[in-house]
C-alpha cells in the first residue's frame, strides 16, 4: 500500500466522521434552508433574537437535566418542578394595585427574594431525588417520576385555593415582568435579558464541568460509577448534589418561565421535561451516561426552538411539527447509538 | 441500620395515608346535614381555572339548603363513574353532573335510571338523545357558538367606532386568530362564528395567520413574536379563542413596544378571566366574552335542589327550557363600558 492511498482512505474516514459528530447541525441547517426557501423573510435580526429569547429558559431546564444525564440517571419531574416554581413566584409577585392577588396583604418583595425561594424548594425536592436515587437505590427514572406526580399534586393545592380558586395566577409585579422581558439595546441590536441569564447560565455549567472536581467525578461517576467508586469518589454525595444542582436551575428558570408568560398555572411546565431531554439527547448527551458537552446541549435546544418558530413562521401545520420533531429525536438518537457503538 | 430505614419509610406511608384520609372526614362532615337532601356533584377537574368558578357558586347557593356531596373527577371518565356509583350507594337525591367525555353521558344516564335518581348535566352537553332517553335528565349550559357570535360582535362595534385601526386605510380588517385545540367544539364554533359574524356585518377581512395556540399563554406568546416579526403593523386584529392566549398575545405585543404612545394593537378574548378585566382597564385589550359561571351554578343547583325535593326542575327559577331540555344561560360581551358587571361575577 503505498502512502497516498493511505493518506485517502483517512481522508475518507475523516470526512465521514465529521458528517456523523456533526451530522445534527447539518440537519439544523438544511432545515434553516428549508424554512428561508419558504419564507425569505425569516432572516432578520428580530426573529433571530426572538428565537434565542425563547430557547432560553428551556436552555436552563436543558442544562439541569443534563448534568443529571450525563451522570446516568434522568428527571421526569422537571417539568412539574418548574411548575411549581412558576406558581409559587409568581404569587408572591403580583403587582400591588392588582384586584385579584393571591395573598392581599403581601407586602412588595424585592423581587430575587421569591426567586431565591422556589430555587431552595425545587433544590429540596430534586435532593430528595437524589437522596432516593443514591441511597435506596431506586431507578431513576420511577423515583422522578413518583416525584413529578407528587409536585404535580403539591402545586395544585397551593394553586387552587380560595379566595380566587384555580386562577392562572397573573397581574404580575412589572419589576417581575421585566426581568424576563426587558431587553438593553447594544448599538442597534435589542438583546433580550432572558438571553443574557441563559448565557450566564451556560457560562456557569461550563464552568463546573470542564474546570471543576465536581465536573471530573460527574463524568467518572456518570461513566462507570465503579470505578470512580474505587478511585475515591463519594458516588452518593456527587448524585445527590447533581440533581440538587439541577433543581436549583429548574427553579431560577421556572420564575423567569412565570416572568415571561405573565402568568402562571398548575399546568405550567407540563410536559417540558420531555423537551428538555429530548434537546440533550439530540445534542449528544448519552442514557448511558459519561458523554456530552454543554455547546451539545445548546445545540440541542437551539435546534427544536429553530424548528418550533420557524415553521410557525412560514405557517405550517401544528401537528405536522410534532411528526418533524419526533423524526429529529429518532433520527438524531440512532446517529449517536452508532457513535456509542463504534467506540465500543 | 436497613431495618431502621424501612421502618422510617413505612411510618412516613402510614402518616401521611392517615393524614389525608382524616382531612376527607372533616370535608364529608361539614356539608352532611340532616333534614337536607344530598345532591352528589361531579366537576370534570377541579383546576379547570372556568369550573373552579361555577363549583363555588353551586356551593355558595347550596348553604343552607342541601348537603354536596363535591367529587374531582380529575379528567377522567372512569374515575367520574366510580364516583357516580359511591353517589348513589351514599344515598344522593340527584345528581349534578359535569361530565369528562361527552360521549359518556349514555352510561351515566343508565345509572341513574337503574336507581330512579334524577340528573342534571351541566356545562358539557349531552347527545341530545340520551337527554331525550331518560325523563328526569335536563343541562344547563350554553349555545358554543353563541360567544364566537358576541366576540365578532364586540370586534364589528368597536372597528367601526375606530376607523384609524385600518391602518392601510384599505377598508379591509387584516387579523391574526389564535386558535384553541383543533377539534375541541369551542375552537372551532368560535373561529367559525366569530369570522361570520364580522363578515355578515358587511366588514371585509382578511385572514393573514391562523394556527393553533392550545388554549395556552405560552404557546400563544410564541406564536405571537413570530406573526409580528413578519407582518408588524400589517395586522390589525388579534382574535383570540380564549382569554389565555389572548394574554401571551398581549405579553408579546408590549415586548415589542405596543400599548406605549400612539401604537396600539386591538386584542379580543373569550372568558373574562380576572388577568384580562384588569386589560381591559389598562386598555390594553378591547373585550372579551364572559361565560357567567355564576349563573350557570345557580341554574345548575336550583334544578338539582328541585328535582331532588320531588318538585318541577323550573319551579321558583328565573330559567326555561329548550326543545332539548335544557337551560341556556347566555353569554355577555364586555367592554370597558361594563367591566364593573363582570368584575361582579368574581365576588
Redesign the interface.
Known amino acids: 500500500m503505498s502512502v497516498n492511498t493511505i493518506k485517502k482512505k483517512l481522508n475518507k474516514q475523516d470526512i465521514g466522521h465529521f458528517l456523523m459528530n456533526n451530522a445534527i447541525i447539518i440537519v439544523l441547517f438544511a432545515l434553516m434552508l428549508v424554512i428561508i426557501a419558504l ?1 425569505p ?1 425569516f432572516v ?1 435580526l ?2 433571530f433574537t ?1 428565537i434565542l ?2 430557547a432560553s429558559t428551556r436552555t436552563i431546564f436543558a442544562l439541569g437535566v443534563g448534568t443529571i444525564i450525563v451522570a446516568k440517571g434522568t428527571d421526569l419531574s422537571l417539568g412539574r418542578q418548574v411548575g411549581l416554581a412558576a406558581v409559587i413566584s409568581a404569587s408572591l409577585l403580583q403587582a400591588p394595585n ?3 392577588k393571591m395573598y392581599p396583604d403581601l407586602p412588595i418583595l424585592p423581587v430575587i427574594v421569591p426567586i431565591l425561594l422556589v430555587m431552595l424548594i425545587t433544590g429540596l425536592f430534586s435532593g430528595i431525588n437524589g437522596l432516593v436515587v443514591a441511597k435506596f437505590k431506586v431507578d431513576p427514572f420511577i423515583a422522578t417520576l413518583g416525584m413529578m406526580v407528587i409536585v404535580y399534586g403539591v402545586t ?1 393545592i397551593y ?2 385555593r380560595p379566595p ?5 395566577i ?2 404580575l409585579d412589572p419589576r417581575f ?1 421585566n426581568v424576563a ?1 426587558g ?1 438593553i439595546k447594544l448599538g442597534g441590536i435589542t438583546i ?1 435579558f432572558l438571553v443574557i441569564y441563559a448565557v450566564i447560565a451556560v457560562t456557569i455549567m461550563w464552568f463546573l464541568w470542564n474546570k471543576t472536581r465536581f465536573g471530573k467525578n460527574l463524568f467518572a461517576v456518570g461513566g462507570n460509577s465503579e470505578a470512580a467508586a474505587v478511585s475515591g469518589v463519594n458516588v452518593g454525595r456527587m448524585l445527590i448534589m447533581v440533581y440538587i444542582l439541577a433543581g436549583l436551575f429548574y427553579g431560577l428558570g421556572g420564575s423567569l ?1 412565570a416572568a ?4 402562571a ?4 411546565g407540563n410536559g417540558y421535561e420531555l423537551d428538555a431531554i429530548a434537546a440533550c439527547i439530540v445534542g449528544g448527551l448519552s442514557f448511558s451516561g459519561g458523554i456530552g458537552s454543554i455547546a451539545g446541549i445548546v445545540t440541542g435546544v437551539l435546534i427544536f426552538q429553530v424548528i ?2 420557524g415553521l ?2 412560514v ?1 405550517v401545520n ?2 405536522i411539527q410534532y411528526i418533524i420533531k419526533g423524526l429529529i429525536i429518532i433520527i438524531a438518537v440512532a446517529i449517536d447509538n452508532r457513535k456509542y457503538i463504534k467506540r465500543k | 441500620m436497613k431495618k431502621f430505614t424501612a421502618i422510617l419509610l413505612m411510618l412516613v406511608m402510614v402518616l401521611s395515608l392517615a393524614a389525608c384520609s382524616s382531612s376527607t372526614n372533616s370535608d364529608s362532615t361539614t356539608t352532611k346535614g340532616d333534614e337536607k337532601p344530598i345532591i352528589g356533584v361531579t366537576i370534570y377537574k377541579y383546576d379547570d381555572n372556568f369550573m373552579s368558578f361555577v363549583r363555588r357558586a353551586i356551593e355558595n347557593f347550596a348553604t343552607d339548603k342541601a348537603s354536596l356531596e363535591m367529587n374531582d373527577s380529575q379528567n377522567s371518565q372512569a374515575t367520574q363513574n366510580d364516583q357516580v356509583d359511591t353517589m348513589i350507594s351514599k344515598g344522593a337525591k340527584s345528581l349534578a353532573i359535569n361530565l369528562v367525555d361527552p360521549q359518556a353521558a349514555a352510561t351515566i344516564v343508565e345509572k341513574a335510571k337503574a336507581a330512579d335518581l334524577p340528573v342534571v348535566f351541566f356545562n358539557k352537553e349531552p347527545d341530545a338523545s340520551v337527554l331525550a332517553s331518560y325523563d328526569k335528565a335536563w343541562y344547563v349550559g350554553t349555545t358554543s357558538s353563541e360567544s364566537g357570535v358576541i366576540q365578532g360582535e364586540v370586534i364589528v362595534n368597536a372597528w367601526k367606532a375606530h376607523p384609524e385601526w385600518d391602518r392601510n386605510g384599505d377598508g379591509v380588517m387584516s387579523y391574526v386568530l389564535l386558535k384553541g385545540e383543533p377539534g375541541h367544539p369551542d375552537a372551532e364554533a368560535r373561529t367559525k362564528y366569530a369570522v361570520d359574524t364580522i363578515v355578515a356585518a358587511g366588514i371585509q377581512v382578511q385572514e393573514l395567520e391562523l394556527q393553533t395556540g392550545m388554549w395556552d399563554s405560552a404557546k400563544a406568546k410564541e406564536l405571537m413574536d413570530a406573526w409580528i416579526s413578519k407582518h408588524g403593523d400589517a395586522i390589525e386584529m388579534v382574535i383570540a379563542n380564549n382569554d389565555g392566549m389572548a394574554l401571551g398575545a398581549i405579553q408579546s405585543l408590549n415586548a415589542a413596544g405596543y400599548f406605549e404612545g400612539d401604537k396600539f394593537m386591538p386584542v379580543v378574548g373569550v372568558d373574562a378571566i380576572p388577568d384580562a378585566l384588569e386589560q381591559i382597564k389598562a386598555g390594553k385589550m378591547v373585550g372579551t366574552v364572559l361565560n357567567d359561571a355564576k349563573n350557570q351554578g345557580k341554574a345548575t343547583f336550583e334544578l338539582a335542589y328541585n328535582v331532588a325535593m320531588g318538585k318541577d326542575p323550573l319551579d321558583g327559577t328565573e330559567w326555561t327550557l329548550d326543545d332539548s331540555k335544557a337551560v341556556r344561560v347566555p353569554y355577555v360581551a364586555v367592554t370597558i363600558d361594563n367591566i364593573a358587571f363582570a368584575e361582579e361575577a368574581y365576588k
Open positions: 419564507e423573510s432578520s428580530k426573529n426572538n429569547a425563547q392588582y384586584a385579584y395544585s394553586y387552587d380566587y380558586g384555580a386562577q392562572p397573573g397581574g415582568a422581558q431587553s433580550p418561565e415571561r408568560i405573565g402568568s398555572t398548575n399546568n405550567t418550533a418558530y410557525a413562521f405557517g401544528a401537528y
